[in-house]
């Protein structure tokens, strides 16, 4: 059964049985994650054949992750999130620095279509890291939303240029 009627009062249990209300930053914090686990599926319901820029493996990857992330968050025991994973990200982001040009401006977050999702993906990675500082998040977690945030930037550059779009710099008025 999909309900369980615990939670009917505001209230949910955590992985290690601790009841805290909806509101726990804790839960904030893997509400969030959930949530830009389910933005990157959007994001990779673009990919349309096996040319497109967006690296559905990679993105398989770190869903999987953000569900061990939300375990660690939920308080289940066990590590979920290590320095590996963290290398793991910067080794993308490398390689993918490789490729694009130098970015010399601010750019806007703006484009096609995966462009634009990998922006909302970003964003949503911003605020689940605020949450788990809140929420008092261990430094290896921080560290991986942290760079999975600028994995998200630089892969909507990538998409970007290997589709031949222009980026956008913002201009200040």
Request: proline letters at 3%; hydrophobic letters at 35%; charged letters at 30%.
């Amino acid at each position: 059964m999909i309900y369980t009627k615990t939670g009917d009062k505001g209230t949910t249990s955590l992985a290690n049985g601790e009841r805290v209300p909806k509101t726990d930053v804790r839960i904030e914090a893997y509400g969030t994650v959930d949530e830009l686990n389910s933005w990157i599926g959007l994001l990779r319901a673009c990919r349309t054949d096996d040319r497109s820029p967006i690296p559905d493996l990679q993105l398989t990857w770190v869903q999987n992750r953000l569900f061990n992330l939300g375990a660690s968050l939920s308080e289940a025991p066990g590590e979920w999130i290590t320095e590996a994973d963290v290398h793991q990200l910067e080794q993308w982001i490398d390689a993918m620095q490789e490729i694009v040009p130098r970015q010399k401006a601010f750019v806007l977050p703006t484009g096609s279509e995966a462009v634009c999702r990998c922006h909302i993906c970003r964003a949503v990675c911003r605020r689940a890291e605020r949450k788990m500082i809140e929420a008092n998040s261990a430094e290896t977690e921080l560290k991986f939303v942290n760079r999975l945030s600028d994995y998200l930037f630089v892969l909507a550059r990538y998409i970007g240029y290997k589709n031949g779009e222009t980026e956008e710099a913002w201009k200040r008025e």
